[in-house]
């Protein structure tokens, strides 16, 4: 597997989107060992790219991974697009993964703004509070002439590592330029754009009942009231809702009165 290639950068910037890396890791090499190209994963079948995504959670992602291989192999020769601007064409694909993509597959000189990037930026350059499109321009002047990938992913591992809501100042390597360690007040990463807010609750969500879902068809179709019962045997109304829902999404599909993972 080659690691440098820029699929392999793409699918694994997609399954990071909502996915801690230990997460990602053996699902990243289990995707790539069947689809190792834009080619192989556009002629699968969109219920076995959800198959293997099994476990990932947000299968929206899988959906739209599948429907941008198939782009890539329409528009773009079969290949990963490398400009931003195509990269943003592709279903799923936001500012952060297309500059991740642009930065660490084809050395674009781009700013990777994520959360983590977000917080080091407010904090360490501007000990301010920033916009979206502040930081992003910040984080575009950052990597400026430099080699943009190891400029940014160093920032994002200074956010992982130190530069968290709770920040271990004394052990970071930004400590001795830091604005806001240097010149102090309130903690400007606070209101800035970009910065997470709390995820809602897991447990019984809906989000939790259309893994609950997309889980039971793995193991092969399942009747409408018996899907039904899977989302919520308590909430009819809520069951038809998200049922309606993952159908628009094309990630189930109701053939007669049988529900089937994929269209
Ligand atoms: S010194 Fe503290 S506030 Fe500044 S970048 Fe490092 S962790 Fe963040």
Redesign the pocket.
Not at 171 to 175: E, S
Not at 178 to 181: F, L, T, V
């Given at each position: 597997m080659n690691h440098a290639d820029p699929w392999a950068i793409y699918v694994s910037e997609v399954m990071l989107q909502q996915t801690s890396v230990d997460r990602v890791r053996e699902p990243w090499r289990r995707f790539l060992d069947e689809y190792p190209s834009p080619h192989a994963c556009a002629n699968a079948t969109l219920a076995d790219v959800l198959n293997l995504w099994s476990g990932l959670g947000y299968p929206r992602r899988a959906r739209n991974l599948h429907a941008a291989a198939q782009m890539m192999v329409r528009d773009f020769d079969g290949r990963v697009p490398s400009a931003v601007a195509d990269l943003r064409r592709l279903p799923g694909v936001g500012p952060y993964t297309a500059h991740a993509v642009a930065s660490f597959a084809f050395g674009a000189r781009v700013g990777v703004l994520d959360t983590n990037v977000g917080?080091?930026l407010a904090?360490?350059v501007a000990n301010n509070t920033l916009s979206t499109a502040d930081a992003q321009g910040l984080a575009n002047a950052l990597v400026g002439r430099a080699a943009s990938a190891p400029v940014n992913q160093g920032l994002i591992d200074?956010?992982a590592q130190?530069?968290?809501s709770t920040?271990?100042?004394g052990?970071?390597?930004?400590?001795d330029v830091?604005?806001?360690?240097q010149d102090g007040g309130p903690d400007p990463?606070i209101r800035s754009a970009g910065v997470s807010r709390p995820q809602p609750r897991f447990e019984g969500s809906v989000r939790q009942a259309r893994g609950r879902l997309l889980a039971a068809l793995r193991d092969g179709p399942l009747s409408v009231v018996a899907a039904r019962r899977v989302l919520n045997a308590e909430d009819p109304e809520m069951s038809t809702r998200v049922l309606r829902d993952l159908q628009r999404e094309g990630l189930v599909s109701q053939h007669g009165r049988r529900v089937h993972l994929g269209s």
């Open positions: 917080r080091v904090r360490c200074v956010g130190f530069c968290r920040p271990r100042c052990d970071c390597p930004l400590r830091c604005r806001w360690r990463a």
